[in-house]
């Protein structure tokens, strides 16, 4: 696993795991990779490498993410190469407002935007997916990544309206290394995009994998946990 800051002896992991994204359940050479760990005064940092350079696009996103005691992300900070870019960037989320730099090709550029109290922010990783209900189900209005890849906009914070809930109450049930788990499937839609996201039933809520799902709800993307360990705080 690849990092933008590498863990410090000071760190204490939690957990850490990997999904493999398919299509039509055969694996597109894409992974994710994950860890979550303790640092100072009940904040974690959660890093990810998501690494398709086996995969068509031949994309790589690395992400570290800094998470308030609230389980809020407060800053994050990613780099991206792939189809001719190179971005890195980095995002400061306040109580009403976002701040974002972004070099991308060596041309800088910052977006300053004003927020509600309460707004959401996920980013584009299955983990990066856990961030939309870590306050529940209430309406919203969020802040992520454009995943659009291809020109100046490619990875700039951009301000959607999303909905979230759950598609069912009780739970399902699928195999991780051996290990049956239990998942309740939520659905997660903003401006043409949709996420199934199956949400483990345990204090977690940690995802176990999503579909990417089209207009007509045909499924287009699936990644699903292939390993996943938690040493402490489950």
Request: avoid cysteine.
């Amino acid at each position: 696993m690849r990092f933008i800051i590498k863990e410090q002896p000071y760190e204490q992991v939690i957990a850490a795991g990997q999904y493999r994204y398919e299509r039509d359940g055969r694996p597109t050479g894409a992974v994710e990779h994950w860890r979550r760990t303790a640092v100072t005064d009940g904040y974690q940092f959660l890093r990810v490498d998501l690494d398709a350079r086996a995969a068509p696009s031949g994309h790589t996103y690395l992400y570290h993410a800094v998470v308030n005691p609230d389980g809020a992300v407060e800053r994050l900070k990613y780099r991206f190469w792939g189809g001719g870019l190179n971005i890195v960037g980095d995002v400061v989320l306040a109580d009403t407002a976002v701040t974002a730099t972004r070099t991308l090709n060596g041309e800088d550029s910052e977006q300053v935007l004003d927020l509600p109290k309460g707004y959401r922010f996920w980013f584009p990783s299955v983990a990066g997916l856990h961030f939309v209900g870590w306050r529940g189900n209430e309406p919203k209005t969020a802040v992520t990544l454009n995943g659009q890849i291809g020109g100046p906009d490619t990875l700039a914070v951009q301000l959607v309206s999303f909905d979230y809930h759950m598609l069912i109450t009780d739970y399902l049930e699928m195999e991780i290394a051996g290990q049956l788990r239990q998942y309740v499937p939520h659905k997660l839609a903003w401006n043409d995009q949709i996420r199934i996201i199956w949400r483990s039933y345990d204090v977690s809520g940690w995802p176990l994998g999503m579909v990417k799902v089209g207009a007509a709800y045909e499924e287009l993307l699936t990644a699903v946990a292939t390993r996943e360990i938690w040493y402490q705080n489950r």
